[in-house]
């Protein structure tokens, strides 16, 4: 793994969904048994492209997610690797029944993209909202669960998933993204990144998604403070890193997760589970507190939720405390 960050909280120039489209592009050219399947919204997530140069293998199915996930399940029968895109309320909660039954449970890989993750549906709405969707598919054996922050990480996510035998989610923002990685940035699938490390380190806050550029805020004021965290971006959810959550637990002697989804079922609570079956410590959580969506732009849904480096800050204050 050879980690190169960013480090200047600005935007990417280029819309994250085309890490998605170009990576899937470059992995139809290159492989005959890549075929994709979306649910009618092509023209947002950029892949008209792939339907335009290989009609017979990017297929449209229409506003009917149920059914793609089937004909996806179908295709990875006859060998094929399926990737299947919707928003992420409609490839968690509408599909679930067929991704679990035909993919899962029947032992073919279907790759899921669930586009706008949590919050960043904004003006879509409540019902546009997923805040459990990596949850669901946390539940469901033997799958793989990935929350990409930002251009790379999803572009690297995306072409793993082609070479994993298994039900793979992907959640990821479709448009802008604050670049947190060089695009030359090497990851592995299942191993949390350490952005920031000492030996003075008070806590630990273990992030994903749009929270690690929150989470690197934090760190910095948290240092201009006095205080030393430890920064670990967990983007693949499962299998989580068990190894790398209990250094940081035993090294630090307190937690704190930041997720863009609901607390109750996603990474904060995969964290947990791991610590208290082997090593029991301090946690706090920033995330969405058991709440449904609403309408409204990013930047005022990130402050009604709480994920901000405000919360991250004070987590942690209270993580501390609390040892």
């Known amino acids: 793994m050879s980690i190169k ?32 399947v979306d649910c009618d919204l092509m023209g947002c997530i950029n892949t008209k492209q792939l339907r335009a140069q290989w009609p017979d293998r990017a297929l449209e199915a229409g506003i009917a997610e149920g059914n793609a996930a089937g004909i996806c399940a179908g295709l990875a029968a006859t060998g094929k690797k399926a990737f299947l895109h919707s928003f992420g309320t409609f ?3 509408r599909i679930y029944d067929q991704i679990y039954m035909s993919a899962a449970y ?5 790759h899921v993209l669930g586009s706008d993750a949590g919050v960043t549906a904004a003006f879509n709405g409540g019902t546009h909202m ?3 969707d990596a949850g669901m598919y946390l539940s469901i054996p033997e799958t793989y669960v990935f929350d990409a922050c930002d251009y790379a990480q999803l572009a690297f996510v995306t072409r793993a998933q082609a070479d994993i035998n298994a ?10 993204v604050i670049k947190i990685y060089e695009d030359d940035t090497e990851f592995t699938v299942g191993k949390g990144v350490v952005l920031h490390e000492s030996k003075d380190d008070q806590a630990t806050v273990i992030c994903s998604g ?28 499962k299998p989580l890193d068990e190894e790398l959550v209990l250094k940081a637990a035993k090294e630090t002697g307190a937690i704190v997760t930041a997720e863009n989804h609901n607390v109750t079922c996603g990474l ?8 208290v079956k082997n090593l029991p410590t301090v946690q706090e959580f920033v995330g969405v507190q058991d709440q449904f969506g609403q309408v409204g732009p990013q930047s005022f849904l990130m402050d009604e939720y709480g994920l901000r480096a405000a919360q991250i800050v004070e987590a942690v204050k209270k993580a501390i405390k609390r040892k």
């Open 5 to 36: 960050l960013n480090g200047k909280h600005e935007k990417d120039s280029r819309a994250c969904r085309d890490a998605v489209a170009l990576t899937l592009k470059d992995l139809m050219e290159k492989d005959p048994s890549v075929v994709y």
């Open 91 to 93: 490839s968690s909660r």
């Open 130 to 132: 997923p805040l459990e």
């Open 210 to 237: 749009i929270m690690v550029d929150e989470a690197l805020k934090a760190y910095e004021q948290l240092k201009a403070e006095g205080v030393s965290v430890r920064v670990i971006d967990m983007f693949t959810w």
């Open 167 to 176: 039900v793979t989610y992907t959640r990821f923002v479709r448009k802008d």
């Open 106 to 110: 029947a032992g073919l890989p279907v």
């Open 268 to 275: 904060g609570s995969a964290v947990a589970n791991c610590l």
